[in-house]
């Protein structure tokens, strides 16, 4: 999870960005919805202005089989 926050533009939004990560980095179970619900929350880093967490989180998750489709 560090290397995300290490591309964090404001230190202001910490606590917002590790609200959007953490499930999506910790997440136990994956199943199409929850993976749609995950994708949907990406959108709320470039909202923040966060735009290097969104771009290095989504190419890690571009690798992942269940996110690949989503994230073209």
Request: charged share 30%; no cysteine; hydrophobic share 40%.
């Given at each position: 999870?560090?290397?995300?926050?290490?591309?964090m533009?404001?230190p202001?939004?910490?606590?917002?960005?590790?609200?959007?990560?953490?499930?999506?980095?910790e997440?136990?179970?994956?199943?199409?919805?929850v993976?749609r619900?995950?994708?949907?929350s990406?959108d709320?880093?470039?909202?923040?202005?966060?735009h290097?967490?969104y771009?290095?989180l989504?190419?890690?998750?571009?690798?992942?089989p269940?996110?690949?489709?989503?994230?073209?």
């Open positions: 999870m560090y290397e995300y926050m290490a591309k533009k404001n202001d939004n910490w606590s917002a960005i590790t609200d959007i990560i953490q499930p999506i980095v997440g136990d179970i994956l199943n199409d919805d993976v619900k995950n994708v949907r990406l709320k880093l470039k909202e923040l202005g966060e290097g967490v771009t290095v989504v190419e890690q998750l571009k690798n992942s269940l996110y690949e489709k989503y994230l073209k």
